[in-house]
């Protein structure tokens, strides 16, 4: 490794309610299981770590409980902290619907993750700073990480990509290195259906040399640079649990590249990590390297 994983999003609290299915307008459902975990952005730290990155979280943690929850699993996940304690407010709780299909839908109740506090580290070149939508939707927050110099920037828009401002958006974009977003993101972001093109068309919109890339699921990713684009296919496996594919897919992504892999095995890497996380209960179920080298062969 040349560099560390920065990453400068949210760690939460998920309270993970499995459900026969979503409830009604107005109505109620009774969950068939409830567990806590540390999530948020923790998904994507940890999978980068298990992945053997140097890992760096620049965000806010609150005074309370959930915070010291918080960073008690960062420490255990050999996480180091940048900011000190945010006085006065607690971590924030992220409520996931799991409905019988594996698919999960979000509730979100911020907290000291979305804090503007001290700057955010400046970034070595040779690191890759995280970014996530849930920091753009912020204006302050957005403002303070596009502050940050040096190092390459890996943009996931997530679930409220339509709600960043234009403006914002714009300006991360030109100082984006890797943008990745699933195949619902994507299209929200291009109105384009078709994962291929909505990757190329991605692309065109980044510096030159950046890459975009479109996490479809099951299928694998599409992977756009340079006026090229590639499907590349993931491995079948029975899944229990999409919650955090995404996060093990950026982590594992981010950890590759900063050990020099070439994209395009970095992305197949990538797509292992988060097949064997979808067979898992839980969000940050990220396997570790010599999983993925098992299945990768």
């Known amino acids: 490794m040349t560099g560390r994983l920065v990453h ?22 009774l969950a068939l299981s409830t567990i806590e975990y540390v999530g948020g952005g923790f998904n994507v730290m940890a999978a980068a770590a298990r992945a053997g990155a140097d890992v760096v979280y620049a965000g806010g943690h609150g005074t309370g409980a959930r915070g010291d929850r918080v960073r008690a699993e960062l ?11 945010t006085s ?3 971590t924030g709780v992220c409520v ?3 409905d019988s299909t594996g698919e999960r839908t979000f509730v979100t109740g911020s ?11 400046a ?11 849930y920091s753009l939707v912020v204006p302050e927050k957005a403002e303070q990480v596009l502050a940050m110099q040096g190092g390459s920037l890996l943009v996931d828009p997530g679930p409220l990509v339509a709600d960043i401002d234009p403006d914002i958006w714009a300006r991360t974009l030109a100082r984006t290195a890797v943008l990745s977003c699933n195949d619902r993101e994507a299209q929200l972001l291009t109105s384009k259906a078709d994962p291929v093109e909505a990757a190329r ?50 982590g594992w992504f981010a950890a590759e590249l900063l050990r020099g ?24 179920t990220a396997p570790t390297r010599s999983e993925v080298e098992a299945k990768a062969l």
């Open 8 to 29: 400068t999003g949210q760690v939460v609290i998920d309270l993970v309610m499995q459900v026969p299915a979503l409830p009604p307008v107005g109505g109620d459902v």
């Open 75 to 85: 420490a255990a996940a050999d996480i180091t902290l940048s900011q000190d304690i």
């Open 88 to 90: 006065d407010v607690d």
């Open 96 to 98: 996931v619907l799991l």
């Open 111 to 121: 907290g000291a993750e979305t804090a503007v506090g001290e700057p955010l580290p």
């Open 123 to 133: 970034l070595e070149p040779a690191d890759i700073g995280y970014v996530s939508g």
């Open 201 to 250: 068309e991605l692309a065109g919109r980044l510096p030159r040399n950046a890459v975009a890339v479109v996490r479809t699921g099951p299928a694998g990713c599409v992977v756009a640079q340079q006026g090229t684009v590639q499907v590349v296919p993931s491995i079948k496996v029975d899944v229990v649990d999409t919650n955090g594919a995404g996060d093990a897919h950026c």
């Open 261 to 284: 892999t070439d994209v395009l095995e970095a992305a197949r890497r990538a797509n292992v990590a988060a097949a064997i996380a979808v067979t898992r209960s839980g969000p940050a």
